[in-house]
């Protein structure tokens, strides 16, 4: 652990050197603010020969230093691969394990017998009937939970036993990650049914084997660091939390005041967050670090909203024409999209996203509104046609 501590206090002074350099470089030409009561013509005066080359020598400069930070990453995240275990190695199972084999070493399970694609993919694979036997796995660093949303429960509670006997006999638990479309709900499940000693990561890839067919980058990522080393982390206030009594362990300035900062089991714990995270990122995602409750509120008028009216439509048996217009292509796509994923997961989202009834009574007043309006202005019509007769 020393090893990577160092590596990650070589990057952080790498970054503040480069944070230093374009400070200096960059601070000193900005223009001047220009006076009022200044001859106009002055505040245009062209800008001194040469300073567009300085700037983009000095561009040239950060990138390459950029470029060597990133590097220096790269190596610190392969020079101890993570060995990630995926629970419910289906169709999304299977999208990520095949990603996560390029850093690192993956174990999938599932009810199926997926023997023969996980080892055309390079990947161990072990029936769910032995979950103890996944669980006690000794290299496991990770463990993903990647079933659908209604059983999501039930496969946490399946696997705290097994969880609790590794603790015991090993001393350490896996970091344990959820991929679910609703964050509120596995948080809490989370939080409430695993050991104290189990890390919690909740994350939503915003995309799957459809969307992101041909690769991640450019696909958004969410996700919040819920608890590390015991401490719960509380990213709605913008600060962190001791799960136990309270403490403030970061300021408004960023100052750290973690108790546990100078433990093993703290600095082990973020070193396999960003590590796992930094797979997600060299995979070209974009990263956003959000809290599971504003999560859950912006995929209820986002997501949610895009399969309701998918669903919706579709009820309607909506076909293509000869004359469709762009407008109308997109709707069948729409159409094709959302229907094309299961039923459970539509009902997922309704059930266990608190927002979504909101969204759904908001869809209706306007539904309601907008026809209102196209009925009062045929009423309004039909009058001034009796009045002109």
């Given at each position: 652990?020393?090893?990577?501590?160092?590596?990650?206090?070589?990057?952080?002074?790498?970054?503040?050197?480069?944070?230093?350099?374009?400070?200096?470089?960059?601070?000193?030409?900005?223009?001047?603010?220009?006076?009022?009561?200044?001859?106009?013509?002055?505040?245009?005066?062209?800008?001194?020969?040469?300073?567009?080359?300085?700037?983009?020598?000095?561009?040239?400069?950060?990138?390459?230093?950029?470029?060597?930070?990133?590097?220096?990453?790269?190596?610190?995240?392969?020079?101890?691969?993570?060995?990630?275990?995926?629970?419910?190695?289906?169709?999304?199972?299977?999208?990520?394990?095949?990603?996560?084999?390029?850093?690192?070493?993956?174990?999938?399970?599932?009810?199926?017998?997926?023997?023969?694609?996980?080892?055309?993919?390079?990947?161990?694979?072990?029936?769910?009937?032995?979950?103890?036997?996944?669980?006690?796995?000794d290299e496991l660093d990770v463990i993903v939970i990647a079933v659908s949303i209604v059983s999501f429960q039930?496969?946490?509670?399946?696997?705290?036993?097994?969880?609790?006997?590794?603790?015991?006999?090993?001393?350490?638990?896996?970091?344990?990650?959820?991929?679910?479309?609703?964050?509120?709900?596995?948080?809490?499940?989370?939080?409430?049914?695993?050991?104290?000693?189990?890390?919690?990561?909740?994350?939503?890839?915003?995309?799957?084997?459809?969307?992101?067919?041909?690769?991640?980058?450019?696909?958004?990522?969410?996700?919040?660091?819920?608890?590390?080393?015991?401490?719960?982390?509380?990213?709605?206030?913008?600060?962190?939390?001791?799960?136990?009594?309270?403490d403030l362990l970061m300021d408004e300035q960023g100052l750290s005041h973690d108790a546990h900062e100078n433990?093993?089991?703290?600095?082990?714990?973020?070193d396999r967050i960003e590590r796992f995270l930094s797979i997600w990122e060299e995979e070209g995602c974009n990263?956003?670090?959000?809290?599971?409750?504003?999560?859950?509120?912006?995929?209820?008028?986002?997501?949610?909203?895009?399969?309701?009216?998918?669903?919706?439509?579709?009820?309607?048996?909506?076909?293509?024409?000869?004359?469709?217009?762009?407008?109308?292509?997109?709707?069948?796509?729409?159409?094709?999209?959302?229907?094309?994923?299961?039923?459970?997961?539509?009902?997922?989202?309704?059930?266990?996203?608190?927002?979504?009834?909101?969204?759904?009574?908001?869809?209706?007043?306007?539904?309601?509104?907008?026809?209102?309006?196209?009925?009062?202005?045929?009423?309004?019509?039909?009058?001034?046609?009796?009045?002109?007769?």
């Amino acid at each position: 652990m020393k090893g990577h501590r160092r590596s990650y206090i070589f990057i952080s002074n790498f970054l503040f050197l480069l944070l230093s350099i374009a400070t200096i470089t960059v601070s000193p030409f900005f223009p001047p603010a220009v006076d009022s009561h200044q001859d106009a013509s002055s505040s245009m005066s062209p800008s001194p020969a040469g300073e567009l080359e300085k700037l983009k020598q000095e561009e040239a400069k950060l990138s390459s230093l950029l470029a060597q930070v990133r590097q220096q990453k790269l190596s610190v995240l392969r020079s101890r691969p993570l060995t990630i275990g995926i629970i419910g190695f289906g169709r999304f199972g299977q999208f990520i394990g095949k990603s996560f084999a390029k850093y690192g070493n993956v174990i999938g399970t599932s009810r199926s017998d997926y023997t023969e694609i996980a080892r055309e993919m390079g990947v161990k694979y072990m029936p769910l009937s032995d979950l103890e036997a996944f669980v006690m796995e000794d290299e496991l660093d990770v463990i993903v939970i990647a079933v659908s949303i209604v059983s999501f429960q039930d496969t946490v509670q399946d696997l705290v036993l097994h969880l609790q006997k590794r603790i015991q006999e090993k001393g350490s638990c896996p970091l344990i990650v959820d991929v679910l479309s609703v964050k509120e709900h596995a948080r809490n499940i989370l939080l409430e049914l695993l050991p104290e000693e189990c890390d919690i990561l909740c994350t939503h890839p915003m995309f799957g084997p459809d969307s992101a067919k041909h690769g991640w980058q450019g696909q958004t990522f969410v996700y919040e660091r819920t608890r590390i080393d015991g401490v719960l982390l509380d990213p709605t206030k913008g600060y962190e939390y001791d799960s136990d009594n309270g403490d403030l362990l970061m300021d408004e300035q960023g100052l750290s005041h973690d108790a546990h900062e100078n433990s093993d089991a703290h600095i082990e714990g973020m070193d396999r967050i960003e590590r796992f995270l930094s797979i997600w990122e060299e995979e070209g995602c974009n990263m956003i670090s959000m809290s599971c409750k504003s999560h859950d509120g912006f995929t209820a008028n986002s997501q949610f909203i895009t399969h309701l009216m998918g669903r919706i439509l579709g009820a309607q048996g909506l076909q293509a024409t000869p004359i469709d217009t762009k407008g109308f292509q997109s709707v069948l796509k729409l159409i094709e999209t959302t229907n094309a994923d299961s039923f459970d997961l539509f009902f997922g989202l309704y059930k266990f996203n608190r927002n979504s009834k909101e969204a759904i009574s908001r869809l209706k007043e306007s539904m309601n509104d907008v026809v209102g309006k196209l009925l009062e202005m045929e009423g309004e019509r039909e009058e001034h046609i009796k009045s002109c007769l």
